[in-house]
């Protein structure tokens, strides 16, 4: 089995935004501002989520030791 987790955008440019942590991906038509948090899926963003639910999420994979990605 295999979870998105969350990522921040850093910077958006044309058709792709960067995450904090680097990586690249298509936003597919989702309007991506930085400081939002998406689900990316292989290399294209399938879902905005908001900042709150994110946080929660890898508030409880850090405790899990589960965060490393």
Aim: charged fraction near 25%; proline fraction near 3%; glycine fraction near 10%.
């Amino acid at each position: 089995m295999c979870f998105a987790i969350p990522k921040k955008v850093h910077s958006v440019e044309g058709d792709c935004i960067v995450t904090t942590d680097g990586i690249r991906a298509k936003h597919g038509g989702i309007k991506c501002l930085v400081g939002d948090y998406v689900l990316i899926y292989g290399d294209v963003v399938v879902e905005k989520i908001p900042s709150k639910q994110a946080e929660k999420v890898l508030k409880h994979l850090h405790k899990s030791g589960t965060d490393q990605h």
